[in-house]
T-cell receptor, first 112, second 112 residues
Framework: GENVEQHPSTLSVQEGDSAVIKCTYS??????FPWYKQELGKGPQLIID?????GEKKDQRIAVTLNKTAKHFSLHITETQPEDSAVYFC???????????FGPGTSLSVIP | DTAVSQTPKYLVTQMGNDKSIKCEQN?????MYWYKQDSKKFLKIMFS???????INETVPNRFSPKSPDKAHLNLHINSLELGDSAVYFC???????????FGAGSRLTVL
Protein backbone atom coordinates (compact mmCIF):
# COMPACT_ATOMS: atom_id res chain seq x y z
CA GLY A 1 0.00 0.00 0.00
CA GLU A 2 0.85 3.67 -0.17
CA ASN A 3 3.38 5.11 2.29
CA VAL A 4 3.92 8.86 2.64
CA GLU A 5 6.95 10.34 4.35
CA GLN A 6 7.29 13.99 5.35
CA HIS A 7 10.18 16.24 6.40
CA PRO A 8 10.96 18.06 8.55
CA SER A 9 8.86 16.99 11.52
CA THR A 10 9.25 20.45 13.07
CA LEU A 11 10.07 23.76 11.43
CA SER A 12 10.59 27.15 12.98
CA VAL A 13 10.87 30.30 10.84
CA GLN A 14 10.90 34.04 11.39
CA GLU A 15 7.85 35.97 10.33
CA GLY A 16 8.20 37.00 6.73
CA ASP A 17 10.54 34.17 5.80
CA SER A 18 9.57 31.22 3.60
CA ALA A 19 8.81 27.68 4.77
CA VAL A 20 9.21 24.51 2.73
CA ILE A 21 7.86 21.08 3.63
CA LYS A 22 8.80 18.05 1.54
CA CYS A 23 7.03 14.73 1.07
CA THR A 24 7.71 11.49 -0.76
CA TYR A 25 5.30 8.73 -1.66
CA SER A 26 5.81 5.11 -2.58
CA UNK A 27 2.94 4.14 -4.89
CA UNK A 28 3.54 5.32 -8.46
CA UNK A 29 -0.20 4.91 -9.14
CA UNK A 30 -1.05 7.79 -6.76
CA UNK A 31 -2.34 10.79 -8.68
CA UNK A 32 -3.87 13.15 -6.12
CA PHE A 33 -1.80 15.03 -3.52
CA PRO A 34 -3.60 17.27 -1.01
CA TRP A 35 -2.16 19.35 1.80
CA TYR A 36 -4.01 19.88 5.06
CA LYS A 37 -3.47 22.40 7.86
CA GLN A 38 -4.45 21.50 11.41
CA GLU A 39 -4.68 24.26 13.98
CA LEU A 40 -4.66 23.47 17.68
CA GLY A 41 -7.87 21.81 18.81
CA LYS A 42 -9.35 21.65 15.31
CA GLY A 43 -9.70 19.15 12.52
CA PRO A 44 -7.41 19.22 9.48
CA GLN A 45 -8.47 21.60 6.74
CA LEU A 46 -7.58 21.33 3.05
CA ILE A 47 -5.43 24.26 1.97
CA ILE A 48 -4.27 23.23 -1.50
CA ASP A 49 -4.08 20.12 -3.66
CA UNK A 50 -2.43 19.03 -6.89
CA UNK A 51 -3.12 16.27 -9.37
CA UNK A 52 -0.54 14.31 -11.29
CA UNK A 53 -1.18 16.05 -14.60
CA UNK A 54 0.08 19.33 -13.11
CA GLY A 55 3.63 20.12 -11.99
CA GLU A 56 2.94 23.22 -9.93
CA LYS A 57 -0.02 25.06 -8.42
CA LYS A 58 -0.15 28.35 -6.58
CA ASP A 59 -2.74 30.04 -4.38
CA GLN A 60 -1.66 33.40 -2.98
CA ARG A 61 1.18 32.72 -0.53
CA ILE A 62 1.15 28.95 -0.85
CA ALA A 63 2.37 26.79 -3.70
CA VAL A 64 2.80 23.09 -4.29
CA THR A 65 5.18 21.36 -6.67
CA LEU A 66 5.07 17.76 -7.85
CA ASN A 67 7.80 15.61 -9.36
CA LYS A 68 6.10 12.36 -10.41
CA THR A 69 9.32 10.78 -11.66
CA ALA A 70 11.00 11.18 -8.30
CA LYS A 71 7.75 10.72 -6.37
CA HIS A 72 8.33 13.97 -4.48
CA PHE A 73 5.98 16.84 -3.73
CA SER A 74 6.49 19.99 -1.70
CA LEU A 75 4.59 22.80 -0.01
CA HIS A 76 6.00 26.30 -0.14
CA ILE A 77 4.68 29.11 2.07
CA THR A 78 6.05 32.58 1.37
CA GLU A 79 5.91 35.67 3.61
CA THR A 80 4.95 33.56 6.61
CA GLN A 81 2.69 35.03 9.27
CA PRO A 82 2.08 33.94 12.89
CA GLU A 83 -1.33 32.57 11.87
CA ASP A 84 0.47 30.09 9.60
CA SER A 85 1.65 28.29 12.76
CA ALA A 86 0.00 24.86 12.70
CA VAL A 87 0.63 21.21 11.85
CA TYR A 88 0.74 20.59 8.11
CA PHE A 89 0.00 17.19 6.57
CA CYS A 90 0.75 16.04 3.07
CA UNK A 91 -1.24 13.13 1.68
CA UNK A 92 -1.57 10.92 -1.38
CA UNK A 93 -4.37 9.01 -2.99
CA UNK A 94 -4.63 6.73 -6.00
CA UNK A 95 -8.12 7.39 -7.28
CA UNK A 96 -11.11 9.51 -6.47
CA UNK A 97 -12.58 6.74 -4.33
CA UNK A 98 -9.37 5.47 -2.82
CA UNK A 99 -8.29 6.17 0.71
CA UNK A 100 -6.24 9.26 1.45
CA UNK A 101 -2.96 8.32 3.15
CA PHE A 102 -1.42 11.03 5.29
CA GLY A 103 2.19 11.82 6.05
CA PRO A 104 3.25 12.11 9.71
CA GLY A 105 2.90 15.90 9.78
CA THR A 106 5.14 18.96 10.17
CA SER A 107 4.70 21.31 13.10
CA LEU A 108 5.38 24.82 11.78
CA SER A 109 6.06 27.69 14.17
CA VAL A 110 6.27 31.23 12.82
CA ILE A 111 8.09 33.50 15.25
CA PRO A 112 6.89 37.12 15.27
CA ASP B 1 -23.83 25.89 10.48
CA THR B 2 -21.16 23.28 11.20
CA ALA B 3 -20.50 21.18 8.09
CA VAL B 4 -19.26 18.04 9.88
CA SER B 5 -20.23 17.79 13.52
CA GLN B 6 -19.12 15.18 16.03
CA THR B 7 -20.37 14.44 19.51
CA PRO B 8 -19.10 14.25 22.11
CA LYS B 9 -16.04 16.50 21.83
CA TYR B 10 -14.49 14.94 24.93
CA LEU B 11 -15.01 11.47 26.36
CA VAL B 12 -13.31 10.10 29.47
CA THR B 13 -14.07 6.53 30.45
CA GLN B 14 -12.74 3.46 32.20
CA MET B 15 -11.11 0.46 30.57
CA GLY B 16 -13.60 -2.20 29.58
CA ASN B 17 -16.48 0.21 28.98
CA ASP B 18 -18.38 0.60 25.70
CA LYS B 19 -18.76 4.03 24.12
CA SER B 20 -20.07 5.64 20.94
CA ILE B 21 -19.13 8.72 18.94
CA LYS B 22 -21.64 10.25 16.56
CA CYS B 23 -21.02 12.17 13.35
CA GLU B 24 -23.32 14.11 11.06
CA GLN B 25 -22.59 16.08 7.89
CA ASN B 26 -24.87 18.60 6.20
CA UNK B 27 -22.80 18.98 3.02
CA UNK B 28 -24.76 16.44 0.97
CA UNK B 29 -21.62 14.32 0.61
CA UNK B 30 -21.88 10.64 -0.26
CA UNK B 31 -18.79 9.35 1.51
CA MET B 32 -17.92 9.51 5.21
CA TYR B 33 -14.82 8.38 7.10
CA TRP B 34 -13.40 7.76 10.52
CA TYR B 35 -9.75 8.65 11.13
CA LYS B 36 -7.75 8.08 14.32
CA GLN B 37 -5.08 10.60 15.38
CA ASP B 38 -2.65 9.31 17.98
CA SER B 39 -0.57 11.27 20.47
CA LYS B 40 2.13 11.85 17.83
CA LYS B 41 -0.48 13.47 15.54
CA PHE B 42 -0.36 10.60 13.05
CA LEU B 43 -3.64 10.36 11.10
CA LYS B 44 -4.73 6.87 10.17
CA ILE B 45 -7.87 5.93 8.28
CA MET B 46 -10.13 3.40 9.99
CA PHE B 47 -13.33 3.13 7.95
CA SER B 48 -15.09 4.65 4.99
CA UNK B 49 -18.74 4.44 3.96
CA UNK B 50 -20.22 5.43 0.62
CA UNK B 51 -23.98 5.86 0.62
CA UNK B 52 -24.29 3.67 3.74
CA UNK B 53 -22.08 0.94 2.25
CA UNK B 54 -18.77 0.04 3.86
CA UNK B 55 -16.00 0.53 1.28
CA ILE B 56 -12.82 0.83 3.37
CA ASN B 57 -12.15 -1.27 6.44
CA GLU B 58 -8.58 -0.99 7.60
CA THR B 59 -6.93 -3.38 10.04
CA VAL B 60 -8.97 -2.26 13.01
CA PRO B 61 -9.87 -4.50 16.00
CA ASN B 62 -13.35 -6.00 15.89
CA ARG B 63 -14.14 -3.98 19.00
CA PHE B 64 -14.65 -1.02 16.65
CA SER B 65 -17.93 -1.10 14.76
CA PRO B 66 -19.07 1.71 12.48
CA LYS B 67 -22.70 2.22 11.58
CA SER B 68 -24.20 4.43 8.91
CA PRO B 69 -27.99 4.76 9.22
CA ASP B 70 -28.05 7.14 6.24
CA LYS B 71 -25.49 8.92 4.11
CA ALA B 72 -25.45 11.96 6.38
CA HIS B 73 -24.56 10.02 9.53
CA LEU B 74 -21.68 7.76 10.52
CA ASN B 75 -21.33 6.58 14.07
CA LEU B 76 -18.48 4.70 15.73
CA HIS B 77 -19.10 2.24 18.55
CA ILE B 78 -16.19 0.88 20.56
CA ASN B 79 -16.55 -2.14 22.83
CA SER B 80 -14.31 -3.16 25.72
CA LEU B 81 -12.20 0.00 25.61
CA GLU B 82 -8.45 -0.36 26.10
CA LEU B 83 -5.79 2.17 27.12
CA GLY B 84 -4.42 2.16 23.57
CA ASP B 85 -7.74 3.40 22.24
CA SER B 86 -7.02 6.81 23.75
CA ALA B 87 -6.76 9.20 20.78
CA VAL B 88 -8.62 11.88 18.89
CA TYR B 89 -11.13 10.41 16.47
CA PHE B 90 -12.01 12.49 13.43
CA CYS B 91 -15.02 12.10 11.22
CA UNK B 92 -14.75 13.39 7.65
CA UNK B 93 -16.83 13.46 4.50
CA UNK B 94 -16.17 13.91 0.79
CA UNK B 95 -18.31 14.70 -2.26
CA UNK B 96 -19.13 12.23 -5.03
CA UNK B 97 -16.21 11.42 -7.32
CA UNK B 98 -13.61 13.23 -5.24
CA UNK B 99 -11.78 12.51 -2.02
CA UNK B 100 -11.49 16.11 -0.88
CA UNK B 101 -12.03 15.63 2.83
CA UNK B 102 -13.93 17.93 5.16
CA PHE B 103 -13.11 17.04 8.75
CA GLY B 104 -15.06 17.48 11.94
CA ALA B 105 -13.47 19.07 15.01
CA GLY B 106 -12.59 15.70 16.53
CA SER B 107 -13.61 13.68 19.57
CA ARG B 108 -10.91 13.22 22.19
CA LEU B 109 -11.25 9.82 23.86
CA THR B 110 -9.34 9.17 27.07
CA VAL B 111 -9.39 5.66 28.51
CA LEU B 112 -8.28 5.40 32.16
Amino acid sequence: GENVEQHPSTLSVQEGDSAVIKCTYSDSASNYFPWYKQELGKGPQLIIDIRSNVGEKKDQRIAVTLNKTAKHFSLHITETQPEDSAVYFCAASETSYDKVIFGPGTSLSVIP
Amino acid sequence: DTAVSQTPKYLVTQMGNDKSIKCEQNLGHDTMYWYKQDSKKFLKIMFSYNNKELIINETVPNRFSPKSPDKAHLNLHINSLELGDSAVYFCASSPPGANVLTFGAGSRLTVL
